[in-house]
């Protein structure tokens, strides 16, 4: 079965009725847990971007206590575990505010861990790709969000 064109969707879906969009919003959540967690953050945390700006901080945060810093090994694994959570819910929201807030909190963190740890040349490749995430996410933004983020990435480059 090949899969429609989102213009071919838009149009299908623009002609059913509210009560069929209902039906099939539930029952497409039924089916994967990203669906389901993108229709949570569509319906309940979309109007608020500060508020899920620090429940996804919570998380990483929490993450990040769980990191086994007896080997660079499990460290680089668990960098990659948090930034892949964190790059899930950076693409629920499409904002680039909250890619530079998360991304930025994530460079920040990286950089309080032990020196051992960081001088690892795969963990400071992982740091170095964050960045320029960073850099490409500011480019988007207005002029005046652009200077206030430049200072904090001018930081994170030190």
Do not use: W
């Not at 039924?30 to 945390?45: A, D, G, I, Q, V």
């Not at 930034?83 to 950076?90: H, M």
């Not at 992982?126 to 320029?132: A, D």
């Amino acid at each position: 079965m090949k899969a429609a064109t989102i213009n071919e969707l838009k149009q299908e879906l623009l002609n059913e009725k509210p009560a069929k969009l209902v039906e099939l919003c539930i029952r497409l959540a039924r089916f994967k847990k990203e669906n389901k967690e993108l229709l949570t953050y569509l319906l309940f945390e979309a109007h608020d971007t500060e508020a899920y700006i620090k429940s996804v901080i919570q998380e990483m945060d929490s993450n990040f206590e769980t990191i086994n810093k007896s080997n660079a090994y499990f460290v680089k694994k668990t960098l990659r575990k948090i930034l892949r959570i964190t790059n899930k819910f950076i693409r629920y929201s499409g904002s680039d505010i909250v890619a530079t807030e998360l991304l930025i909190h994530f460079c920040k963190t990286v950089q309080q861990m032990d020196r051992s740890i960081t001088t690892n040349q795969v963990i400071i490749n992982i740091y170095q790709n964050q960045l320029k995430k960073i850099n490409k996410a500011i480019a988007a933004m207005h002029e005046d969000l652009q200077y206030d983020y430049l200072k904090e990435v001018k930081d994170l480059s030190n």
